[in-house]
């Protein structure tokens, strides 16, 4: 009796929402279902774009999932998880980002019925992550190395991932002619790992067939000063000089304060400031540079002088040009004109000003280290430069991957389903609960192939039905078969070119993976919106007070 009457402990502040049990999860488990719906049709060759626009009015058309996924304003906590992994999967392997999303919702939603029946979440996720561990290795098994090829070989190699890659995207009519530019512009630069040494410089107007790659450097025209027609806009072999120094006639900036006893003194102080600036020019047309660059302004004195002495002179240059200019020409950047010398000086092969488009460009191209590369794109509207802009990223992403781990496996949903066919011949083996939940990981698996076929208007269920049984040949001769998007049915991805690094599908099980089991460890939600509010009542009260403030100081301080 004495128990019955403890009163009850109240441990959370009032008006704090806790969910928890089987209702939370699976609630958890709806919601990441619905954020794997909206990315759900963009996946493969004929996927759809998505057209999104936001609250500052620009509008973004994008098939990409990452990007949709950063676009969306998504509030809820779990579902959040799925944007971070498909970001994560966009900054480590750059393409795959919309099948991570997929295989982590579909790995959820295969485990629903287990937790509406009253499967404890720790079981599916020692399930989940034991299978997840053999598919990884059964894709080690089944990858092809391109190592060990000649350089055309590999070339042509690295151009059908990136085509693999590109074929979804909306520059997917002229996948070969960008495949080839991304797979140069990738060698062009190494194993050198900084990405920002691939510019991609954007030129509306004209077709995608007039984009073009500069094996070195190409930036916009900056702004220039009076006497800048008359400079030379070709150069062959010049010596190029990079500062970062404004070369412009100006009075000292310290607001310096000079006393003058008498008048005639003031010439000399003008003739100082005319001779410093002289002194400096001097200096760099000794140097015997043909070309000036600067990350900071240069004058219409120094403009016309250069101009004078036939060099060619560019200021307020963009800070990543420039230091991209300086590892293609081996240059150094200098802050001081003092003690120029030819190691501290950068070359190529031909210099020129191009016009592209409405912009004229200025081009540094057959660059000795050769380590950075651009590609200039055209196209009709901004969004659609943007999107293929987007595209190119993820290939050159792809491409630098397969460089680096030189392995690939079959794309068009036969790795995903020779993974399933496999994990289902281990569940076999397996004795107790264990073997569902791993035969519904594998179910899971197939959602890739699915999808491609639901997305190209294709009947899914008699597609899939023979890759199963192409796949379920026991000589194995079927693994490589995938959905074939030109005609409905299935074909041999692997001997049809359809490559993807096995890299890609790799981070995808395993992020995916990862993201299911997170959200099924979760038991309980704690949301406590009157402290939020609370928080955000102080802030504007305190903007309020700070802002109302200000105004009063101002007023006081006007004139009357």
């Not at 997840?132 to 190699?157: N, Q, V």
Request: glycine share 8%.
């Amino acid at each position: 009796m004495a128990s019955m009457m403890q009163p009850q402990i109240i441990l959370l502040k009032e008006g704090t929402d806790t969910s928890q049990g089987k209702a939370q999860l699976v609630s958890n488990i709806n919601a990441c279902t619905a954020v794997a719906d909206v990315v759900r049709t963009t996946l493969g060759p004929r996927g759809m774009d998505k057209l999104i626009h936001d609250d500052k009015g620009s509008v973004t058309i994008s098939n990409d999932g990452a990007t949709i996924m950063k676009l969306l304003d998504i509030v809820h906590p779990a579902a959040k998880i799925l944007v971070d992994i498909a970001k994560s999967q966009d900054s480590e392997v750059g393409d795959g980002t919309t099948t991570v999303v997929l295989l982590a919702a579909e790995f959820l939603k295969e485990a629903k019925p287990f937790i509406e029946d009253g499967v404890h979440s720790q079981n599916l996720i020692k399930s989940y992550r034991a299978a997840s561990t053999l598919a990884i290795g059964k894709i080690k098994e089944l990858a092809t190395s391109i190592e060990g090829k000649s350089l055309d070989e590999k070339k042509s190699l690295l151009a059908k991932c990136a085509a693999t890659t590109l074929s979804s995207k909306l520059i997917g009519g002229e996948k070969e002619f960008f495949a080839s530019m991304v797979v140069d512009a990738v060698i062009a630069i190494g194993y050198d790992d900084r990405l920002n040494m691939i510019g991609i410089k954007k030129v509306p107007g004209g077709t995608m067939r007039d984009s073009f790659l500069v094996n070195g450097v190409a930036f916009k025209k900056t702004f220039s000063y009076a006497g800048f027609e008359q400079q030379p806009k070709k150069f062959l072999n010049p010596k190029i000089l990079l500062l970062n120094i404004e070369l412009e006639l100006k009075s000292e900036k310290e607001n310096a304060e000079i006393r003058l006893s008498d008048p005639s003194q003031y010439q000399s102080i003008v003739d100082a400031e005319w001779n410093i600036i002289y002194d400096k020019l001097d200096k760099c047309v000794n140097s015997g540079a043909k070309v000036v660059l600067s990350r900071l302004a240069i004058g219409d004195l120094a403009t016309q002088y250069f101009a004078d002495r036939d060099i060619f002179c560019a200021g307020r240059v963009a800070e990543e040009d420039l230091k991209r200019v300086a590892a293609a020409t081996g240059g150094t950047v200098q802050t001081s004109v003092n003690n120029v010398i030819d190691e501290v000086l950068g070359t190529c092969e031909v210099f020129e000003e191009k016009q592209v488009g409405n912009e004229r460009f200025n081009l540094f191209s057959g660059c000795p280290s050769g380590q950075t590369a651009t590609i200039v794109l055209r196209g009709g509207a901004d969004q659609f430069i943007e999107e293929a802009e987007r595209s190119l990223h993820d290939a050159i992403m792809i491409v630098r991957r397969a460089l680096k781990n030189s392995t690939v496996v079959a794309g068009g949903g036969a790795i995903d389903m020779e993974i399933s066919r496999y994990l289902r011949q281990h569940a076999r083996t397996i004795a107790g609960k264990s073997q569902l939940f791993i035969n519904s990981y594998a179910k899971a698996l197939e959602v890739i192939p699915r999808q491609l076929c639901d997305n190209a208007g294709f009947d899914a269920t008699d597609v899939l039905n023979k890759l199963r049984q192409k796949h379920a040949l026991p000589s194995g001769e079927g693994a490589p078969y995938g959905v074939d998007i030109a005609t409905g049915g299935i074909a041999d991805s692997f001997a049809n070119f359809v490559w993807e690094p096995a890299v890609v599908k790799i981070n995808a099980i395993n992020a995916a993976t990862e993201a299911a089991c997170l959200i099924l460890s979760v038991d309980e939600t704690v949301k406590n919106p009157k402290s939020e509010s609370a928080q955000g009542d102080a802030a504007a009260s305190a903007m309020g007070g700070r802002g109302r403030g200000g105004f009063r100081g101002r007023g006081r301080g006007m004139r009357r």
